[in-house]
């Protein structure tokens, strides 16, 4: 599946393969980002509203919304079994979400200088789920900060930054 989000606030689901639209979701805001679970089944959005929806992928059908965030949503990445979701916002912070209880497990980053400087703010997740690399570019100096974790179970231990 592929899905592309507008300003507009709709986004369209198309099956890869056919280019055929399977689903178009209205959903009132600014859609900023966009993540697939690793099934394929669910769809995260990321919204200028601060809301991270999740969807249905293929019937469209809004599964649940989570609220958090103090500025828009900028990015999304599920973990590789789906049940967490990381989502970066303009207000300098990487937020941890239970998927499956659709609740904030609480605040993976959170910048220290003035959030509100920040222009860009973009992670991944590794495909194994064990290292997270964040970019973040502020006004003051328009170089990009760079951040690098390796995820264990007892707790995040950054390997490098600028």
Known sequence: LLACGEKSGQITVLDAETRQVLNTISCGSDTRCIAFGPDGQ??????SDMTIRLWDAKSGRLEGELKGHDLAVRDLAFSPNGCTL???SDDGTIRVWSVPGRTAFGIFYRRIDDPTTDNLHRFDLSLNGKTLAMVNETETDGVPDVYVWRLTQDGPAVVTSK
């Open 42 to 47: 669910l769809l995260a959005t990321g919204h």
């Open 86 to 88: 990381l989502s970066g």
